[in-house]
């Protein structure tokens, strides 16, 4: 499993938690109070940070999503090739009449994409294979991606070193 599904604490687990005191607005009580937090995920080494509330708690909610979204970006799946045609319960509530509905500010969005980009590593970033597989239109498969400039860069430099055109 992508750990961008694993819950708020499960994920927690696997993360160091760094409270740190950082410049900027809000005057005397930020610069008296550890706000800021940054997270780094052990197995991986990927960090995220938040700084921009003077609530620890909405930062610690803010470099959660922003450590979902480096996971989802920069962690395959190595799950085996005999589950790759199935579509998480999370995918499929979020589909209706193929097309895909996900605000990029959502919570659920890093897993999604996370699957997504998943599915396409495993069809060698063949955008309308991994469409067929997780029941959507291409075009609602490249609105997804592109709802993320890091991860529709990431499939076009994966399809240029194979030899595929990029997708405008």
């Not at 197995?43 to 979902?68: C, D, M």
């Not at 996370?114 to 075009?139: G, N, T």
């Amino acid at each position: 499993m992508h750990p961008c599904f694993l819950s708020e604490d499960q994920l927690l687990a696997d993360c160091t938690t760094i409270r740190q005191r950082r410049s900027g607005p809000g005057g005397q009580h930020r610069n008296k109070v550890e706000t800021a937090i940054r997270l780094e995920h052990r197995p991986s080494g990927l960090t995220a940070q938040a700084s921009e509330r003077r609530s620890q708690a909405e930062n610690l909610k803010e470099a959660l999503f922003r450590l979902r979204l480096e996971l989802a970006l920069n962690l395959r799946s190595n799950e085996p090739a005999a589950t790759a045609e199935e579509v998480s319960t999370l995918w499929m509530s979020r589909v209706r009449t193929g097309r895909m509905a996900v605000n990029p500010g959502h919570a659920d969005f890093p897993a999604l994409l996370a699957e997504a980009l998943d599915v396409l590593q495993r069809v060698d970033w063949d955008h309308k294979q991994a469409a067929e597989r997780l029941r959507i239109s291409p075009s609602q498969l490249l609105k997804l991606i592109k709802l993320e400039p890091r991860a529709w860069l990431l499939l076009n430099t994966r399809r240029q070193e194979r030899g595929l055109h990029p997708l405008a």
